[in-house]
């Protein structure tokens, strides 16, 4: 009973910051590369940030600078930091956990929106 459960979206002016956070049980979460995509509407989905087992990140160049991933394997969440939100960030925030090099484990929450708007 894998679950990845989003928390923290919601309504914000542009210019303005969000913290998402994802809590996820049911796996071995420091094995686990753990990433936040987002869709947009009308959009496919798309990958915002990753961070691996070690803590190194990755970010899409449309929020570098702007998000900040981190993690507490010790908690088991993941966290993604939102500064100077645009309008263009609006979009359903998915969290996944990825089991490097595995095609069997691979697991996604059921999304929070987040609404940049004026």
């Known amino acids: 009973q894998v679950q990845l459960v989003e928390s923290g979206g919601g309504l914000v002016q542009p210019g303005g910051s969000l913290r998402l956070s994802c809590a996820a049980s049911g796996i071995i979460f420091s094995r686990y590369v753990m990433g936040w995509y987002r869709q947009a509407p009308g959009k496919q989905r798309e990958l915002v940030a990753t961070i691996t087992s070690g803590g190194n990140t990755n970010y899409a160049d449309s929020v570098k600078g702007r998000f900040t991933i981190s993690r507490d394997n010790a908690k088991n969440t993941v966290s993604l930091r939102m500064n100077s939100l645009k309008p263009e960030d609006t979009a359903v925030y998915y969290c996944?956990?990825?089991?490097?090099?595995?095609?069997?484990?691979?697991?996604w929450g059921q999304g929070t929106q987040v609404t940049v708007s004026s």
């Open positions: 996944n956990a990825d089991y490097p090099r595995s095609t069997n484990n691979n697991y």
